[in-house]
């Protein structure tokens, strides 16, 4: 099942960070009684919460027992309660979908300035948009997200590249080409057509 290194403890009981304010989780057999007891729970909640991405769901039920060893080592005997247990579990998990709607967004920005480079019109989903990057090579994929998805100027991502400008133009538009000779692949396979 899950792992019981959380936020620095080992299961063999050595504690990594802590200093002489903070509780020895690791000697305090009420925490681990607590996980063990909550775990299953936490993480079906999670499980669920994810449409059933088990890889997302231990993440964030990790994340999620990290947040409660911190409160309990700061002292807040309410982090072995399963009702702020499963506050701190909610708002992980919206928090994740925010930011995983951040990504999105940010990922659909590439597709929508594809459209600008030719005219291609058409807009892609996340899924759209990680297979279309999936068709490049690397060094395409990563100066597209670094002008596109990250917002840098040319000369910055000339700069983050160790290229000169008018290398890093070039690199532009040939990763801009590959990108309109990928749409078709995805297009095909995904349903996309170009109605606006």
Sequence with gaps: MLDRRIGGVL?????????????????????????DAS????????????????????????DTYTAAVNAYRRGLDDALTMPWLMTVARNKLIDSYRRRSRERSKLARIGSQHHAIETTEFELDEHEALELLGHLIPIHRLVLVLRYVDDLSVGEVAEALGRSVHATESLLA??????????????????VTDDV
């Design 39 to 62: 775990v299953a729970e936490v993480f079906r909640y999670f499980r669920k919460g994810t449409g059933g991405d088990r890889r997302w769901a231990e993440d964030l039920t990790q």
């Design 174 to 191: 040939r990763a801009r080409r590959a990108v309109q000779r990928a749409i078709p692949h995805v297009a095909s396979r995904t349903g």
């Design 11 to 35: 299961d063999d009981g050595v504690v990594m960070g802590t200093d002489a304010r903070e509780r020895d989780v690791s000697s305090d057999s009420s925490f681990a009684a607590f996980y």
